[in-house]
């Protein structure tokens, strides 16, 4: 399962570092990506990573802002967030790709998902 943690309530302008841990299932040698769903939007891309790290894409909102990463010897992927709007506020879900190399923002993409974990960010 990929356990998404780090979310939390913060005010604009701070930080987050979210984290996405896998148990029972590797992403070691899968690219991986960030999505969020605000209440009444759709699920978006946030950021994406291929296997090896040494890709790494990501949504204009986010650019410049938000860093992902990854440690496969820890089966873990990260994205750090700061200078964070209200914008932001949603819950953000990690996701194992079917691929290794970073397949792009579309969900159908993907094959599994962590659970998510809230950001809200106060004005």
């Known amino acids: 399962q990929l356990q998404a943690s780090g979310g939390g309530l913060v005010q604009a302008g701070g930080s987050l570092r979210l984290s996405c841990a896998a148990s029972?299932?590797?992403?070691?040698?899968?690219?991986m990506g960030w999505f969020r769903q605000a209440p009444g939007k759709e699920r978006e891309f946030v950021a994406g990573i291929n296997w090896s790290g040494r890709g790494t894409y990501y949504a204009d909102s986010v650019k410049g802002r938000s860093t992902i990463s990854r440690d496969n010897a820890k089966n873990t992927v990260y994205l750090q967030m700061n200078s964070l709007k209200p914008e932001d506020t949603a819950v953000y879900y990690c996701a194992r790709a079917k691929s290794s190399s970073w397949p792009g923002t579309g969900l159908y993409e993907y094959d599994y998902w962590g659970q998510g974990t809230q950001v809200t960010v106060s004005s």
């Open positions: 029972g299932r590797t992403v070691s040698g899968y690219a």
